[in-house]
């Protein structure tokens, strides 16, 4: 979803644009289970990444765990410092979806840019009803380690639908 919000192509008639229609998306996958090797996945996804010349390093994960993981740990700095030729990634991650505060690893640095969700009606998206009557499914997580919210539900981007096979808009 937040690719598709991003860098969806300009003007070709399948309702959305991208913000950044020109960005170049280089996506990563891994497995978001707990465990020593998923945390050596998720560090050289990282290290992959700003090794490969990415300028920004978006992780919608939605929160781990409440400890912080030394390998992954590593990477983020490596990748704060090192990245874009010295110059640092810019690191994005979102600040989980429970409801509660920030969680790591968006917590985890100062350097990093944690996110949290709001409505299209600017109220922090709580797992409640909102104003139109419809139920969300997480709740943005919130506090201090927060930087900047953005609006999570009802966004148009290229993924037509849920998990759950409903459409998100």
Same mark, same amino acid.
């Given at each position: 979803?937040?690719?598709?919000?991003?860098?969806?192509?300009?003007?070709?008639?399948? !309702?959305?644009?991208?913000?950044?229609?020109?960005?170049?998306?280089?996506?990563?996958?891994? *497995? =978001?289970?707990?465990?020593?090797?998923?945390?050596?996945?998720?560090?050289?996804?990282?290290?992959?990444?700003?090794?490969?010349?990415?300028?920004?390093?978006?992780?919608?994960?939605?929160?781990?765990?409440? *400890?912080?993981? @030394?390998? =992954?740990?590593?990477?983020?700095?490596?990748?704060?410092?090192?990245?874009? @030729?010295?110059?640092?990634? $810019?690191?994005?991650?979102?600040?989980?979806?429970? !409801? $509660? @505060?920030?969680?790591? #690893?968006?917590?985890?640095? #100062?350097?990093?840019?944690?996110?949290?969700?709001?409505?299209?009606?600017?109220?922090? $998206?709580?797992?409640?009803?909102? #104003?139109?009557?419809?139920?969300? =499914?997480?709740?943005?997580?919130?506090?201090?380690? =927060?930087?900047?919210?953005? #609006?999570?539900?009802?966004?148009?981007?290229?993924?037509? *639908?849920?998990?759950?096979?409903?459409?998100?808009?």
């Amino acid at each position: 979803c937040c690719a598709g919000i991003i860098a969806a192509v300009q003007d070709n008639g399948e !309702g959305i644009s991208g913000i950044a229609p020109e960005a170049k998306i280089l996506p990563i996958s891994v *497995t =978001l289970t707990r465990g020593e090797y998923n945390e050596q996945m998720l560090a050289n996804g990282i290290n992959w990444a700003w090794q490969n010349g990415a300028d920004i390093i978006s992780n919608s994960w939605g929160g781990m765990a409440e *400890t912080d993981m @030394e390998m =992954l740990d590593e990477a983020i700095d490596n990748a704060l410092q090192n990245g874009r @030729e010295e110059k640092g990634c $810019v690191l994005v991650f979102s600040a989980g979806n429970d !409801g $509660v @505060e920030v969680h790591y #690893p968006a917590n985890s640095d #100062p350097r990093i840019l944690a996110v949290g969700g709001i409505s299209p009606w600017g109220d922090r $998206v709580s797992g409640d009803r909102l #104003p139109d009557n419809t139920n969300v =499914l997480f709740a943005s997580n919130y506090g201090e380690k =927060l930087d900047v919210v953005a #609006p999570s539900v009802f966004i148009r981007t290229t993924v037509n *639908t849920t998990l759950d096979g409903r459409t998100p808009y």
